[in-house]
C-alpha cells in the first residue's frame, strides 16, 4: 500500500515562468490575463482575483539554480518536513536542502521520477491550512538609496546583513534584510509608482524605531558620528530610562533607550 502524507494536504499550486524580463512578464500577466501583482520580490508573484491558489512566479534570470518547474505549498511547515523524509526514504534526488529561507517559508527541492524539479513549500507564519496565526513583524525602511542606508545600518547600528533580493531595473537592490540582535527588519527602495514612499518624500516619519541597549550614549554617539540628527538628547527621563531620539540620514527616526545612569 502506497505510503501517505497525513499531516496536511496540498493547498497551492504555482506555476513557474522564466524571468529573462521581468516587466514584460509583468505587462503579460496582468493586462493579458488579467492576474493581479501580489509580491515584487524576491521574486515577481501573480495571482488570480478570483482564485488565490492560481498563482504564478516569475524569478529573475539565474536567481535559482536549479529552478524548480513548479510548486507544491502543503499549507503546514511539519508536512513539508514529513514530505522531505518520505522523499529520502524513496531515495529521490533532493537539489535544494530542508531551509527556512528569512522571507518566511520552508521549504526544499526534489526531483521526481521522471526529473521534474518541484519546489516543495509553506510558509511559517501559519500554523496550518485556512490558520490567520503569525509569528513575527517584520518592519520595511523605505530610502532613496538602499546600498547606503544599509551601510549606516551596518556601520551604526550595528546590524549585520543575512539577505539581498534582486536589482530593480534602476539597479538598486528592492530589498535588503538586516538582522539587529535578534530583530529583522528590511531596507527597500522608494518607489512612487508602487506607494513606496522615503520620509523626506512626505516630509517626516510617520512611525518610530525604538532601540534598548546596555550603552544608549555610546549607540547615540556613534549614529551622529555616521551622520544622523540628534533630535532629542540622550538623557535621563523621569518615567524612569534614559532616553533620546535621532533622526538618521534618510529620514527614520530612532530612540534609543537604556538604563538609567
Not at 529552478?67 to 522523499?87: C, I, K, N, S, W
Not at 532629542?232 to 527621563?237: D, H, L, S, T, Y
Request: charge should be negative.
Amino acid at each position: 500500500m502506497t505510503d501517505l502524507i497525513d499531516t496536511a494536504s496540498p493547498v497551492r499550486l504555482v506555476c513557474y515562468a522564466d524571468g529573462q524580463d521581468l516587466e514584460s512578464s509583468r505587462a503579460f500577466y496582468t493586462e493579458v490575463l488579467g492576474l493581479e501583482v501580489a509580491m515584487e520580490e524576491p521574486v515577481l508573484g501573480l495571482i488570480s482575483p478570483t482564485n488565490r491558489t492560481a498563482q504564478v512566479l516569475v524569478p529573475p534570470d539565474g536567481f535559482e539554480e536549479p529552478q524548480p518547474r513548479f510548486g507544491v505549498d502543503l499549507g503546514d511547515p511539519t508536512a513539508v518536513e514529513a514530505a522531505h523524509d518520505a522523499a529520502l526514504h524513496r531515495g529521490l534526488r533532493v537539489v535544494y536542502p530542508l531551509t527556512d529561507e528569512p522571507w518566511g517559508v520552508r521549504r526544499f527541492f526534489v526531483e521526481d521520477p521522471s526529473g521534474t524539479i518541484l519546489n516543495v513549500l509553506a510558509h511559517t507564519g501559519r500554523a496550518g491550512a485556512g490558520s490567520t496565526a503569525t509569528t513575527h513583524l517584520r518592519p520595511r525602511l523605505i530610502v532613496p538609496d538602499p546600498e547606503a542606508a544599509s551601510r549606516f545600518y551596518r556601520d551604526a547600528l550595528g546590524s549585520r546583513e543575512v539577505f539581498r533580493a534582486p536589482r530593480m531595473d534602476d539597479g538598486r537592490p528592492s530589498a535588503i534584510e538586516h538582522d539587529l540582535v535578534g530583530t529583522v527588519f528590511r531596507v527597500s527602495a522608494a518607489v512612487t509608482a508602487w506607494g513606496w514612499l522615503s520620509p523626506d518624500d512626505f516630509g517626516g516619519s510617520a512611525v518610530l524605531l525604538e532601540v534598548r541597549v546596555d550603552d544608549p550614549d555610546a549607540l547615540g554617539e556613534r549614529m551622529a558620528a555616521h551622520g544622523a540628527e540628534v533630535v532629542v538628547p540622550i538623557e535621563n527621563r523621569p518615567y524612569g530610562e534614559r532616553a533620546g531620539r535621532l533622526r538618521d540620514p534618510f529620514g527614520h527616526l530612532w530612540i534609543i533607550t537604556g538604563e538609567l545612569r
